[in-house]
């Protein structure tokens, strides 16, 4: 029988503005039954602390992978501002050699930009993408002449990212959908 598998892929170390070392998540994350770790600290963030050397990052996130090996799978990932996505601030040889990078509030996309100014920085990046922190309240109203949350769903399969979200999160998710639906049908 299979056995599931915890997985938490959106942590902050003192690489950004998280508290404890990558070592000390890990060894967290073994005590608490977590079977993936994603480490996905903050890069090119303006507002917090960020990542100040890329490459290192990365060597200690791969020293530590090959030492827990038989115990836990760490993914190694980033959180970049969608400022930054737009602007593409990034070497995309190194963001492509991460397991993940996390889109960090999306709906503070300017105005005057809509979500397929996005898709082409997205597809060239190859590693699997996600959204983190993301206010679909604002999401839904920002776009709610263009189809709103439909609208957004579209754009995630488009440009195939996930949703890094909590249980609350989810369900305010479905609550709009439903409510979306009801107005449209
Ligand atoms: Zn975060």
């Given at each position: 029988m299979s056995k599931e598998v915890i997985m938490d892929i959106h942590n902050h170390t003192n690489w950004s503005?998280?508290?404890?070392?990558i070592e000390e998540l890990v060894v967290n994350a073994l005590k608490n039954d977590i079977g993936i770790l994603g480490i996905s600290d903050h890069y090119n963030s303006k507002n917090t602390r960020s990542i100040t050397s890329f490459e290192d990052y990365i060597l200690e996130i791969e020293i530590l992978k090959n030492k827990y090996l038989s115990k836990i799978n760490i993914l190694s990932g980033v959180e970049i501002p969608v400022s930054s996505i737009l602007c593409q601030e990034y070497s995309l040889k190194l963001i492509n050699n991460l397991d993940f990078v996390l889109v960090e509030n999306?709906?503070?996309?300017?105005?005057?930009?809509?979500?397929?100014?996005l898709e082409g920085h997205l597809k060239n990046i190859t590693c699997k993408k996600g959204l983190a922190h993301t206010n679909l309240y604002t999401i839904a109203a920002k776009y709610k002449d263009i189809g709103g949350i439909n609208y957004f769903i579209q754009f995630m399969k488009k440009t195939i990212c996930f949703l890094k979200s909590t249980l609350i999160q989810v369900i305010v998710f479905l609550m709009i959908l439903f409510f979306t639906m009801k107005i449209i049908g």
């Open positions: 503005d998280g508290d404890s070392s999306i709906e503070n996309l300017p105005l005057h930009f809509n979500l397929e100014s």
